[in-house]
């Protein structure tokens, strides 16, 4: 049974840092793309980054690129986003996600797996 597990939310100043955290498990996921999503009050989801797990290589919405950073850790079976010169636009819950489909994508529809969601705030 597949488990995906968020950590290290919460409430920051706008400018400041979080790192998220993602751990994966029930089965191993080579070949899986691992992302994450974000739902903010009033919205509905949307993509923010992914990484393969095999390779590492990476995809990014343009609201994100050049302040979050996506990574894995293989032997801890864990995901990370590391959120810097954090806005109060990205104040919402985030979700990690893994998609069978090794592909590096935005779309939600293509992810078999979700976690439960961690929230940040950003105050201004």
């Known amino acids: 049974q597949v488990q995906l597990v968020e950590s290290g939310g919460g409430l920051v100043q706008a400018g400041g840092s979080l790192r998220l955290s993602c751990a994966a498990s029930?089965?191993?996921?080579?070949?899986?793309?691992m992302g994450w999503f974000r739902q903010a009050p009033g919205k509905e989801r949307e993509f923010v980054a992914v990484v393969n797990w095999s390779i590492g290589s990476t995809y990014y919405a343009d609201s994100v690129k050049g302040r979050f950073t996506i990574s894995r850790d293989n032997a801890k079976n864990t995901v990370y986003l590391q959120m810097n010169n954090l806005k109060p636009e990205d104040t919402a819950v985030y979700y990690c996600?893994?998609?069978?489909?090794?592909?590096?994508?935005?779309?939600?529809?293509?992810?078999?797996?979700w976690g439960q969601g961690a929230q940040v705030t950003v105050s201004s």
């Open positions: 996600a893994a998609s069978r489909s090794g592909i590096l994508s935005g779309k939600a529809e293509l992810y078999n797996y």
């Open positions: 029930g089965r191993t996921f080579s070949g899986y793309c």
